[in-house]
Nanobody, 125 residues
Framework: QLQLVESGGGLVQPGGSLRLSCAAS????????IVWFRQAPGKEREGVSC????????NYADSVKGRFTISRDNAKNTVYLQMTSLKPEDTAVYYC??????????????????WGKGTLVTVSS
């Protein structure tokens, strides 16, 4: 069974940090672009960050640029999202997803193949 499982979410104070993980089972992530999305209560889902299959190329939404870092460890079949300087507006369910095909910074949030079920991040004092 093909699965993506996110972990690492939780409650954190403003200014704090969290690291999210996205682990795959049943298939290898090696050939996929991996994408992080988030959906805040009452808002549409938005693309946060994506990383190429090799890890050499990344893209970030303007709202998280300079605060979030995406990385991957293909040996562990896992992708990470390091989040720092967290703000209340970062509160959302965070999802990881896969995108097959060659790297495209402009298109990495489209044509998604698989989705995880999400992990909740709450930034509040």
């Amino acid at each position: 069974q093909l699965q993506l499982v996110e972990s690492g979410g939780g409650l954190v104070q403003p200014g704090g940090s969290l690291r999210l993980s996205c682990a795959a089972s049943g298939f290898t992530l090696d050939y996929y672009t991996i994408v992080w999305f988030r959906q805040a209560p009452g808002k549409e889902r938005e693309g946060v960050s994506c990383i190429s299959s090799s890890g050499g190329k990344t893209n970030y939404a303007d709202s998280v640029k300079g605060r979030f870092t995406i990385s991957r460890d293909n040996a562990k079949n896992t992708v990470y999202l390091q989040m720092t300087s967290l703000k209340p507006e970062d509160t959302a369910v965070y999802y990881c997803a896969t995108r097959w095909g060659s790297w495209s910074s402009a298109a990495c949030y489209y044509d998604i193949d698989y989705w995880g079920k999400g992990t909740l991040v709450t930034v509040s004092s």
